[in-house]
């Protein structure tokens, strides 16, 4: 009877959780219809109030996150709350995203953006509040509305994250429901998200399972794969300088980026330097017994991640498989033979723990990152720490993955905040992961694009070029220095109008008909002969 009565409630939750689905899709996507007609300008104006809000709740938000799932540091989640809310928005601010976002004039192209409609995200309890942030900037900033499904270890901070964003989104003028948060999240709840005939697109963060059923969903979506991060300390690296990095990737958030470094690879020539540097900085080096029974504890029988130990301080993991470290320690680091099921540490860990390998040279060492990388990290991130130019080039050439960060942390490097790469909170691992995209994933890959694409032979039908037909005779001609354009649009006759300025133009020249109209009854063309 109590098996039956939580039968039946496990179903009425999930029933619930697909018809809030339905209803939550239902006021998003009639909130896109309106904002999909938004100018540049008051897109902009909505994301700009967006980001202020989710910068001002950034501390509170990164609290809610730990208290709720228990993962992570509050410190580290505050910066990452605050990468999601102004390192991004800066990146994107000046972004094209409506309207032309590109005239190709030689070409005679224009590229005209338009949002794709309702997206589907799904958020992870490992990044929640930071995810939820960075998704919805991007997605506002095309035009598009979102629908957030929270892992249900962080619904609550994921709610009230999608509570600041939509109140500032609606003070800055956006439609009401242009954003939205599943409050009750089942996997069939999921499910119906994604599938639904009013979701146009997914942006899956989660699991491995989750992933795929995004994939398999029948719609377009951007998923992210694991990230089995190898990190190689090649003999030319400072030594001091890469473990510090290595560390300070691997402790980040107590390793709940996927981009976090799993494994130290280096070089045999300097196997002791190193060793004693990563003593130095809080390394502990299990011993083949804990190795043994911290995989255990770490790694499930079928091969998955002890929930328990994710995003938890090294301290706190040894205590829970009862190895006694040093108070200081930052770093469980274990040093291992081989990568595989008879290795459970060489998969990723989402925590503060290391796998170490020792190799005979770099070509060696080149053939353990791959192996790793193979072992569940296609795709996605590899560091490494190297003087060596041509070493450097070498594993960029023979990699699979997207992103080879050099001397910096791969965890904060890959998603672009210590490095130059696009700042994203999703990275794409390429068809190697499975992926649509390798990229940091933007805005951009958020809209469509059509394109206006006019003849070859640009001559006007009537015999009469289409400057002749605005201007009337031709002036007099213009200085030799002048440049005449090729294509002209709307917004290039409001700039010259607003400089007082001419644009020159003859026969070959295509106006855009809302330029021609701007232009109607304003003297603003000279046609050169």
Same mark, same amino acid.
């Given at each position: 009877?109590?098996?039956?009565?939580?039968?039946? $409630?496990?179903?009425?939750?999930?029933?619930?959780?697909?018809?809030?689905?339905?209803?939550?899709?239902?006021?998003?996507?009639?909130?896109?219809?309106?904002?999909?007609?938004?100018?540049?300008?008051?897109?902009?104006?909505?994301?700009?109030?967006?980001? %202020?809000?989710?910068?001002?709740?950034?501390? %509170?938000?990164?609290?809610?996150?730990?208290?709720?799932?228990?993962?992570?540091?509050?410190?580290?989640?505050?910066?990452?709350?605050?990468?999601?809310?102004?390192?991004?928005?800066?990146?994107?601010?000046?972004?094209?995203?409506?309207?032309?976002?590109?005239?190709?004039?030689?070409?005679?192209?224009?590229?005209?953006?338009?949002?794709?409609?309702?997206?589907?995200?799904?958020?992870?309890?490992?990044?929640?509040?930071?995810?939820?942030?960075?998704?919805?900037?991007?997605?506002?900033?095309?035009?598009?509305?979102?629908?957030?499904?929270?892992?249900?270890?962080?619904?609550?901070?994921?709610?009230?994250?999608?509570?600041?964003?939509?109140?500032?989104?609606?003070?800055?003028?956006?439609?009401?429901?242009?954003?939205?948060?599943?409050?009750?999240?089942?996997?069939?709840?999921?499910?119906?998200?994604?599938?639904?005939?009013?979701?146009?697109?997914?942006?899956?963060?989660?699991?491995?399972?989750?992933?795929?059923?995004?994939?398999?969903?029948?719609?377009?979506?951007?998923?992210?794969?694991?990230?089995?991060?190898?990190?190689?300390?090649?003999?030319?690296?400072?030594?001091?300088?890469?473990?510090?990095?290595?560390?300070?990737?691997?402790?980040?958030?107590?390793?709940?980026?996927?981009?976090?470094?799993?494994?130290?690879?280096?070089?045999?020539?300097?196997?002791?330097?190193?060793?004693?540097?990563?003593?130095?900085?809080?390394?502990?080096?299990?011993?083949?017994?804990?190795?043994?029974?911290?995989?255990?504890?770490?790694?499930?029988?079928?091969?998955?991640?002890?929930?328990?130990?994710?995003?938890?301080?090294?301290?706190?993991?040894?205590?829970?498989?009862?190895?006694?470290?040093?108070?200081?320690? %930052?770093?469980?680091?274990?040093?291992?033979?081989?990568?595989?099921?008879?290795?459970?540490?060489?998969?990723?860990?989402?925590?503060?723990?290391?796998?170490?390998?020792?190799?005979?040279?770099?070509?060696?060492? $080149?053939?353990?990152?791959?192996?790793?990388?193979?072992?569940?990290?296609?795709?996605?991130?590899?560091?490494?720490?190297?003087?060596?130019?041509?070493?450097?080039?070498?594993?960029?050439?023979?990699?699979?993955?997207?992103?080879?960060?050099?001397?910096?942390?791969?965890?904060?490097?890959?998603?672009?905040?210590?490095?130059?790469?696009?700042?994203?909170? *999703?990275?794409?691992?390429?068809?190697?992961?499975?992926?649509?995209?390798?990229?940091?994933?933007?805005?951009?890959?958020?809209?469509?694009?059509?394109?206006?694409?006019?003849?070859?032979?640009?001559?006007?039908?009537?015999?009469?070029?289409?400057?002749?037909?605005? *201007?009337?005779?031709?002036?007099?001609?213009?200085?030799?220095?002048?440049?005449?354009?090729?294509?002209? $649009?709307?917004?290039?006759?409001?700039?010259?109008?607003?400089?007082?300025?001419?644009?020159?133009?003859?026969?070959?020249?295509?106006?855009?008909?809302?330029? %021609?109209?701007?232009?109607?009854?304003?003297?603003?063309?000279?046609?050169?002969?």
């Amino acid at each position: 009877m109590e098996a039956l009565r939580w039968y039946g $409630c496990r179903m009425d939750k999930d029933l619930q959780s697909m018809q809030q689905a339905r209803d939550l899709l239902e006021k998003a996507f009639q909130a896109q219809g309106q904002y999909a007609d938004f100018s540049q300008e008051r897109v902009d104006s909505i994301v700009q109030a967006m980001s %202020r809000a989710g910068l001002r709740e950034a501390e %509170r938000l990164a609290r809610m996150a730990v208290e709720e799932t228990g993962f992570g540091r509050v410190e580290d989640k505050i910066l990452k709350n605050r990468f999601g809310a102004e390192t991004v928005y800066l990146a994107i601010r000046d972004l094209k995203t409506a309207g032309i976002v590109r005239e190709d004039q030689e070409k005679g192209i224009v590229e005209i953006a338009s949002p794709v409609g309702v997206i589907a995200a799904i958020i992870p309890s490992t990044n929640p509040t930071s995810t939820a942030i960075f998704k919805a900037l991007i997605a506002l900033k095309s035009r598009n509305s979102i629908v957030f499904s929270p892992h249900p270890a962080a619904t609550q901070c994921v709610l009230e994250t999608a509570r600041i964003l939509m109140e500032a989104a609606r003070a800055a003028g956006a439609p009401e429901g242009v954003i939205q948060c599943m409050s009750v999240s089942t996997l069939e709840g999921t499910h119906e998200l994604m599938k639904h005939r009013k979701t146009a697109l997914i942006l899956a963060t989660g699991g491995l399972g989750l992933v795929r059923a995004a994939y398999s969903a029948g719609k377009p979506a951007f998923g992210v794969g694991p990230g089995n991060v190898p990190a190689y300390i090649e003999s030319s690296a400072n030594i001091p300088k890469a473990v510090r990095d290595v560390f300070a990737g691997k402790c980040f958030d107590n390793g709940t980026l996927c981009s976090s470094e799993q494994s130290i690879v280096t070089d045999e020539a300097i196997y002791s330097s190193v060793m004693e540097e990563v003593k130095a900085q809080g390394g502990y080096f299990l011993s083949e017994a804990e190795i043994d029974v911290v995989g255990k504890l770490v790694v499930t029988p079928n091969r998955a991640i002890n929930p328990q130990i994710v995003g938890r301080a090294a301290t706190v993991i040894a205590g829970m498989a009862g190895v006694t470290v040093p108070a200081n320690t %930052r770093v469980l680091v274990a040093t291992l033979k081989g990568v595989g099921r008879q290795y459970p540490l060489s998969i990723e860990k989402l925590s503060p723990i290391l796998a170490f390998y020792v190799e005979k040279d770099w070509h060696a060492a $080149c053939d353990r990152c791959i192996e790793l990388l193979n072992y569940g990290g296609l795709g996605h991130t590899l560091a490494i720490h190297s003087q060596n130019e041509e070493i450097i080039r070498q594993f960029g050439l023979h990699k699979p993955v997207s992103r080879i960060v050099v001397n910096t942390q791969a965890a904060l490097g890959a998603v672009g905040h210590t490095t130059n790469l696009f700042p994203s909170m *999703t990275l794409g691992c390429g068809t190697m992961g499975g992926n649509i995209s390798s990229d940091n994933i933007s805005p951009l890959h958020l809209v469509n694009i059509k394109r206006i694409a006019y003849s070859k032979d640009r001559q006007s039908t009537t015999g009469t070029s289409p400057s002749t037909m605005l *201007t009337g005779p031709a002036g007099p001609p213009p200085k030799s220095s002048v440049t005449v354009v090729r294509l002209v $649009c709307e917004e290039d006759v409001r700039n010259a109008l607003a400089k007082g300025e001419k644009i020159y133009v003859n026969s070959k020249s295509v106006i855009t008909p809302s330029a %021609r109209d701007l232009a109607s009854d304003k003297d603003v063309f000279l046609f050169v002969s």
